[in-house]
C-alpha cells in the first residue's frame, strides 16, 4: 500500500472542464492509493500539512497517461514490409498476398510466452518511461485459442510485473488465419462459440474489438463478435473505416460500443451515431502517418457533434510501430489540427472514456492517485515538442517510481 504524503511546489493541469483545468501552484494529498484533495497549495486543510511531502520543484503534474489501443504483445517487426512499402507496395496488397498481420500472426505463434513477454516488457517500459499509467493491449497474432490465451495472459503478466494497470481486449476478429481461409464465417463461430467462451472463462478480457474493413471482416461478421461479447457481459470498441467506410463506426455505436478507432473514412452520419450512443472516438495518427494515409478522419465533425476524442499509439508491428504517446499528441496537432489541449484531454480524461474507467484521467479528489511530474512550465509543451521526454517522475496508485 502507498504511502500516505503531500505533493507541492507544482503547477497542476486536472484536465477538469474543457481546458487544462490548471491550478497554479497547487497541492495534491494522496490517501491510500486516491487523491484525497487537491487545490492551491494556501487551501491545503490542516489534516494533510503533517503529512510527508514532496517538493516538485515546481514540476507540473498531469493525470498518468493513458494509452487506450495498443497491440502492444507481439513478436517480431515487420521492417521488412515497411521496404516493401516504401518501394510502392499498399498495405492492403502485402496482407492480400498472406503478408501484414498474418506474418507478425506467424512470428507470435512461433514464440513462447516467455520469449513473448519479453519482447513486449521492451516496449511497456518505453511507454512507461513517458508518464503512462494505464494501457489497453489487445490480442489479435494468435488467432487460434491457445495463441490467443498465450497473448492475453502475457498481458496479464505484463501488469503484474510493472507499475501501471493494463486493460486487455480480445481481438479474435483481427485477420482470417491460413487455417480459414475462404472460411471467414465458420472462423467467426469458432470465435464467437469457442474462443471467447474460454477466454471469458478465465477472465482474461476487460472488452473485445473487431477489425470491420474490406480486407477483414464485414459488418454482418462483426455483428456477429459483438453479439457473442454482449452474451459474456463484456464492453466492444472498433477498428472502424480505416481503409474504407463501411459504416463501422455506426454499427459500433448501435451496440453502445465504449469506442470506435482509426475513423479516417467515417461519414458524418455514423459520427452523428457515435455522439447518441456516447461513443468515444479513439484517433491514431501514427498509423496515419506510417500508412502516408490523406484522408483525414472527420475531426470538425467530431468536434460539432461533441464526440470526445481520444489519442493513442496503436503500437504494432504493421501501421504504428511506435512506443511514444508524447509523439502522438504532437502528430495529432500537426496532422489533425487539434489543440495542444484537445490532445492531452485525449490521453486522459478521453482515453480512461475510451477504456471505460472512471476513476481516472483527471485530477480530482477519490480518483486513483495515477500521475505524472513534467519538466515544463505549461501542458502545451507536451505536444509542441517531439523526440523529448520531460516525464521526471510518474506516481501510480500514490507511489513514485524510483
Ligand atoms: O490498428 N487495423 C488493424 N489492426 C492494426 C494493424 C495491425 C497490423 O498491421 O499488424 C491497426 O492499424
Ligand atoms: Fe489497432
Redesign the pocket.
Known amino acids: 500500500m502507498s504511502a500516505n504524503a503531500v505533493w507541492l511546489n507544482t503547477k497542476l493541469a486536472t484536465m477538469v472542464g474543457e481546458g487544462y483545468g490548471k491550478i497554479d501552484d497547487g497541492a495534491i494529498a494522496v490517501d491510500q492509493g486516491r487523491i484525497a484533495w487537491l487545490g492551491s497549495r494556501g487551501d491545503l486543510p490542516a489534516e494533510y500539512r503533517k503529512l510527508p511531502r514532496h517538493d516538485c520543484g515546481g514540476a507540473l503534474i498531469t493525470p498518468g497517461l493513458i494509452d487506450c489501443?495498443t497491440?502492444l504483445v507481439?513478436a517480431g517487426n515487420?521492417a521488412a514490409e515497411f521496404e516493401q512499402r516504401l518501394q510502392g507496395a499498399r498495405?492492403e496488397d502485402i496482407?492480400r498476398a498472406g503478408g501484414?498481420?498474418q506474418s507478425?500472426v506467424t512470428a507470435t505463434r512461433a514464440a513462447s510466452e516467455d520469449e513473448l513477454l519479453a519482447q513486449s516488457a521492451k516496449r511497456l517500459s518505453a511507454m512507461i518511461a513517458e508518464g503512462v499509467t494505464t494501457i489497453e493491449i489487445k490480442s489479435?497474432?494468435g488467432l487460434d485459442l491457445a495463441n490467443e490465451l498465450k497473448i492475453l495472459r502475457t498481458a496479464r503478466r505484463l501488469a503484474a510485473h510493472s507499475s501501471v494497470e493494463i486493460s486487455t481486449t480480445f481481438?479474435g476478429a483481427?485477420?482470417l488465419p491460413p487455417e480459414f481461409a475462404g472460411r471467414a464465417d465458420d472462423y467467426i463461430a469458432e470465435v464467437c462459440d469457442h474462443m471467447l467462451p474460454s477466454i471469458a472463462a478465465e477472465a482474461l478480457a476487460d472488452a473485445v474489438d473487431a477489425?470491420c474493413?474490406n480486407i477483414?471482416f464485414t459488418p454482418a461478421q462483426t455483428a456477429r463478435v459483438f453479439d457473442a461479447a454482449k452474451r459474456f457481459g463484456l464492453p466492444v470498441k472498433l477498428?472502424a473505416d480505416?481503409?474504407s467506410d463501411s459504416s463501422g463506426a455506426a454499427l459500433a455505436a448501435q451496440y453502445g460500443a465504449l469506442s470506435a478507432?482509426?475513423l479516417e473514412c467515417t461519414s458524418a452520419e455514423s459520427v452523428r451515431a457515435m455522439a447518441q450512443a456516447g461513443t468515444v472516438a479513439v484517433l491514431?495518427p501514427g498509423?496515419y502517418y506510417f500508412?502516408r494515409e490523406t484522408r483525414l478522419p472527420p475531426i470538425a465533425e467530431l468536434r460539432a457533434q461533441r464526440v470526445p476524442i481520444a489519442i493513442s499509439t496503436?503500437c504494432?508491428?504493421?501501421?504504428?510501430p511506435c512506443t511514444s504517446l508524447l509523439l502522438m499528441l504532437n502528430m495529432a496537432c500537426t496532422l489533425f489540427r487539434m489543440t495542444p489541449a484537445e490532445a492531452l484531454a485525449g490521453v486522459t480524461r478521453n482515453a480512461a472514456l475510451a477504456l471505460g474507467l472512471n476513476d481516472r484521467g483527471q485530477l480530482v479528489a477519490g480518483m486513483r492517485a495515477d500521475f505524472a511530474l513534467w519538466d515544463v512550465r505549461h501542458p502545451a509543451e507536451l505536444s509542441y515538442a517531439f523526440g523529448a521526454n520531460p516525464c521526471v517522475a510518474r506516481v501510480f496508485a500514490g507511489d513514485r517510481d524510483d
Not at 316 to 320: A, D, K, Q, V
Open positions: 489501443h497491440h507481439y515487420r498495405y496482407a501484414g498481420i507478425t489479435g497474432y481481438l483481427h485477420a477489425f474493413e477483414a477498428h480505416q481503409l478507432d482509426h491514431l498509423a500508412l496503436d504494432n508491428p504493421g501501421t504504428s
